[in-house]
């Protein structure tokens, strides 16, 4: 079974702040990489599809990269609204999370 | 413009089993382009996928979870639904439905993912 490891845990950031996520799987994955936001009391919503691909309505400033096992999701420039938990996803073989990494506000 | 929404009981006795549905309304279980998952998050944890089905009735299960999940899917009512046996206070948890969108890339590779969510449903597990 494919696992997903997110780095890091947790992150302080202040708004404006370029921001670097990263998510590695147990083993090659090709582009098969969904990325999520989750604010509290919400469903998550789809970002990034397919590792790269930005999702209809998403704002530019988030992107994804990578390909295999290691992939990273950026944010250029924080804006409040982007205080929030984000999971990657793997939808290679079944369909693991990884454990989230919560955005606070430095 | 697809919406899911999930109902079932937010109270269920330890070993017992959990029952959730989830119904679809402005699209159909029977899309070709779609498979249907049930997704929750424990308190203070991340998501963990539990497993989704294929309106052909074809599954795939979170190994973790294989013994003790069913998820089926009712055509005629347009829903998909959730049994999780012997449950525990570790499955008490916020349930999400979602559709697991296909789609084929300008690559050729075909690939899944979340893209609609119900707003979730609290399940406690407590005598």
């Known amino acids: 079974d494919i696992q997903m490891t997110q780095s890091p845990s947790s992150l302080s950031a202040s708004i404006g702040d370029r921001v670097t996520i990263t998510c590695r799987a147990s083993q090659t994955i090709s582009s098969y990489l969904n990325w999520y936001q989750q604010k509290p009391g919400k469903a998550p919503k789809l970002l990034i599809y397919?590792?790269?691909s930005l999702q209809s309505g998403v704002p530019s400033r988030f992107s994804g990269s990578g390909s295999g096992t290691d992939f990273t999701l950026t944010i250029s420039s924080l804006q409040p609204e982007d205080f929030a938990t984000y999971y990657c996803?793997?939808?290679?073989?079944?369909?693991?999370f990884g454990q989230g990494t919560r955005l606070e506000i430095k | 413009q697809v919406q899911l929404q999930e109902s079932g009981p937010g109270l269920v006795k330890p070993s017992e089993t959990l029952s959730l549905t989830c119904t679809v309304s402005g699209g159909s279980v029977n899309s070709d382009s779609s498979y249907w998952s049930w997704i929750r998050r424990p308190p203070g944890k991340g998501l963990e996928w539990i497993g989704y089905i294929y309106y052909s009735g074809s599954t795939n299960y979170n190994p973790s979870l294989q013994s003790r999940v069913t998820i089926s899917v009712d055509t005629s009512n347009n829903q998909f639904s959730l049994n999780l046996t012997s449950v525990t206070a570790a499955d008490t948890a916020v349930y999400y439905c979602a559709r697991d969108e296909v789609v084929t890339m300008v690559r050729g590779i075909v690939i899944k993912y979340m893209d609609v969510w119900g707003e979730g449903t609290t399940v406690t597990v407590s005598s």
């Open positions: 996803q793997q939808s290679y073989i079944t369909a693991h």
């Open positions: 397919a590792a790269s």
